[in-house]
């Protein structure tokens, strides 16, 4: 009886796993078989295909406002820009000074920022070491009331979280 209930199991086993919905196409499945197939604007727009963008006519802004885009005839009117090879050297001159005082005026609100930052931040490092040597310590009184070697390291740790401790205070 058992064997026939255990044949009887192994037969509905084998046939569940063998299920011709992913035996038919083991190599590939179509996981986009059973989804809507959606169209996008381009294709609702124009059914021969995407239309070709313009470059001209893009825009982007943060406002909500309506923006005028210039047209190509505005854009070719207005003077050709100079690269740093065709200025003469009183323009490059200038040019240099401005990108240098430029680079410097970044760093110092660079340096300043970073300095408010890590004035706000929580603890300052000789606390934390404080902090740190003094858990380190108390762990390790704790575990050394049978042996002496913990018991060492922990009353050394202590005194150096003692140090670090008294340190910060001072520069308060």
């Known amino acids: 009886m ?7 199991a192994a037969v509905a086993f084998m046939a569940s796993c063998s299920s011709p919905k992913y035996t038919y196409n083991f190599d590939h499945y179509n996981y986009n078989a059973g989804k809507k197939k959606t169209s996008t604007i381009n294709e609702i727009a124009a059914p021969d295909g995407p239309q070709a963008i313009q470059p001209e006519m893009l825009t982007a ?3 909500n406002e309506v923006l005028v885009v210039a047209s190509v005839a505005e854009t070719k009117a207005s003077p050709e820009k100079k690269t740093y090879a065709q200025m003469t050297k ?3 001159k200038a040019i240099r000074s401005y990108l240098k005082a430029e680079v410097k005026n970044k760093i110092q609100t660079k340096k300043a920022s970073i300095e ?5 931040k929580g ?9 740190i040597f003094g858990a380190v310590g108390i762990v390790g009184l704790i575990i050394g009331t ?4 913990f018991y060492i390291i922990g009353g ?7 140090v670090f401790f ?7």
């Not at 049978?146 to 070697?149: A, D, K, L, P, S």
């Not at 050394?156 to 003692?162: E, P």
Request: hydrophobic share 55%; no cysteine; proline share 0%.
């Open 61 to 63: 802004s943060a406002d």
């Open 156 to 162: 050394i740790a202590l005194l150096i979280a003692v």
């Open 146 to 149: 049978g042996t002496n070697v």
């Open 2 to 8: 058992k064997k026939t209930l255990l044949i009887l």
């Open 166 to 172: 008294v340190k910060w205070v001072i520069r308060q």
């Open 116 to 120: 408010s930052v890590s004035s706000i």
């Open 90 to 92: 009183v323009e490059r």
């Open 123 to 131: 603890m300052d490092g000789d606390l934390k070491l404080a902090t």
